[in-house]
């Protein structure tokens, strides 16, 4: 980089100029996938120009990373949301460039350090959202290997059932679109039997493979005795700012009660499902007594973040490297579908 550029870059680094759209709190962008890999020459510019490793150095803020189900490639195109299965070769080559430029900490160590105020520079904690049989059967090897331990979301009533999410299914996929996306999470209050029934049948869907399939409870408390942390992503994965008060017990409350009931943890952190919150929900999360919500708003952690609605990084499935590097660096253009 020649001279005038490099403390040109610094300075813009060092402002914060490169400006990117912050996320609408609490709601979800639907983006469609063909828009979520934006201006990957531009992310190649920054990575080749070293803007993003300048500004992973100088941000004082760390990263919570949020993936989804981590899959074994067949060669053969899998049903399912696109952005959620990310190959395990993918994965493992995101977690060993992340260990050698971040200090990649357990979910609990870094909400200690959130509540002493010290400092989150270049910290980074691993999140995984729906507990899908997957991450246990292909991302907890890399884990292990790596010792990077993670926090797996589970929600209470999905182990040990036979049938893919609804995001998953043919009959989703074939409706998807930023409006039918928004109906389902509104309207339909993101229920599983209310967008499923508005949606025409298809009659030839393949069974899942295992690794698509939520992992049943004996998987999930093996993994806890081998030292994985656990966390409630509801009961239900509802769309919580639509729920009534008492349906908001049973998502917030009711969930970690099942969960603590099947693998003898009481989990101490929630994730907003589809990372949608309002202030009653965050309030709700507060006063059952967990120590942190995460939502899927895009940002990275500083000191003083909100402890109930902490920003998380979603790494969607095709992300190429360049965009994987520049967003945990907080630099983002767009925003992801989330689950
Ligand atoms: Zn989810």
């Known amino acids: ?33 063909s828009e979520t890999m934006l201006s990957p020459l531009l992310y190649r510019t920054l990575h080749a120009t070293g803007l993003t490793a ?32 990310i190959p395990v070769d993918r994965f493992r080559d995101q977690m060993r460039w992340l260990v050698s430029h971040y200090d990649v900490i357990p979910v609990s160590e870094f909400l200690d350090r959130l509540a002493a105020r010290k400092a989150t520079r270049r910290m980074a904690s691993v999140t995984f959202d729906d507990a899908y049989t997957g991450v246990f059967e ?20 999905a182990p ?3 049938e893919r999410f609804w995001w998953d299914r043919l009959a989703v996929q074939r409706a998807q679109s930023d409006r039918a996306r928004e109906q389902w999470l509104t309207a339909l209050r993101g229920d599983e039997a209310a967008i499923l029934g508005s949606l025409p049948a298809v009659a030839d869907e393949k069974p899942a493979a295992a690794a698509y399939l939520p992992a049943d409870w004996e998987v999930i408390a093996r993994a806890v005795g081998a030292g ?16 009534d008060d008492a349906e908001l017990t049973y998502e917030i409350e009711t ?7 099947h693998t003898g ?36 952690v500083s000191p003083d973040a909100d402890p109930w609605a902490l920003p998380r990084v979603n790494v969607p499935a095709g992300i190429p490297d360049s965009a994987y590097r520049a967003w945990a660096a907080g630099l983002s253009l767009r925003h992801v579908w989330r689950t």
């Open 228 to 243: 994985l942390d656990l966390g409630v992503h509801s009961a239900t994965h509802r769309s919580l700012p639509t729920l």
């Open 265 to 300: 943890v009481t989990p101490e952190v929630f994730a907003f499902p589809y990372g949608r919150w309002d202030g009653r929900v965050r309030r709700r999360v507060k006063q059952a007594g967990y120590r942190a919500a995460l939502t899927l708003d895009y940002g990275l």
């Open 160 to 162: 040990g059932r036979r």
């Open 54 to 85: 300048l500004v992973r150095h100088l941000r004082s803020a760390g990263v919570f990373l949020c993936y989804h189900n981590v899959v074994f490639p067949t060669g053969a195109v899998q049903t399912g949301d696109r952005g959620v299965h």
């Open 1 to 33: 980089m020649q001279g005038s550029l490099r403390h040109a870059t610094k300075r813009a680094a060092a402002r914060s100029v490169v400006r990117l759209p912050a996320a609408r709190r609490g709601t979800a962008l639907a983006s469609p996938w």
């Open 138 to 157: 292909h991302a907890w090897p890399v884990l292990h290997e790596l010792r990077i331990s993670a926090t797996v979301f589970v929600i209470a009533t």
């Open 255 to 261: 969930s970690r009660e099942i969960i603590a009931r």
